[in-house]
């Protein structure tokens, strides 16, 4: 994904590219760009890290991913506190945006759950209504 700045009203996403609004009326800063950089900088160690291990994380489950976000938080305490931004195998910077990615499939199991439970329930729904209507 890349990020391209715009003057206009409306922040969107077209064709991969982020669009930032920049218009001075808004609190557009460097801060605000680093964030959507670091958002983009997310999704590309997803990607490549999907390229590597695929999509393990489905099979850890909801506390297996839990689990390890802690194991990574416990990390980056550590390096943290030992003022470091890491070596050449692991950096603080990575670690961080392992959380996040962690996060999100923390996020996406949920999601799914509440979907199987949405559609559970219609099911359950439909077979009374079914029933009704055969009496």
Partial sequence: MQITIVSDKQSRNVDGHLLLNTDEDDAYDKLDEDY??????????RLQRRKLYGNGWV?????????????????IKSMISRNKEGNVYEKLEDKLKDVINRSLFILAI?????????????KQLKGEKDDKQQK
């Avoid at 099979?59 to 990390?75: C, K, P, T, V, Y």
């Avoid at 949920?110 to 219609?122: F, G, Q, V």
């Fill in 110 to 122: 949920l999601k799914e759950r509440k979907d199987i439970e949405y559609i559970e329930k219609a």
């Fill in 59 to 75: 099979s850890s489950g909801l506390e297996g991913n839990f689990w390890q976000m802690h194991d990574d938080i416990g990390r």
């Fill in 36 to 45: 959507y950089r670091s958002i983009c900088e997310v999704i590309e160690l």
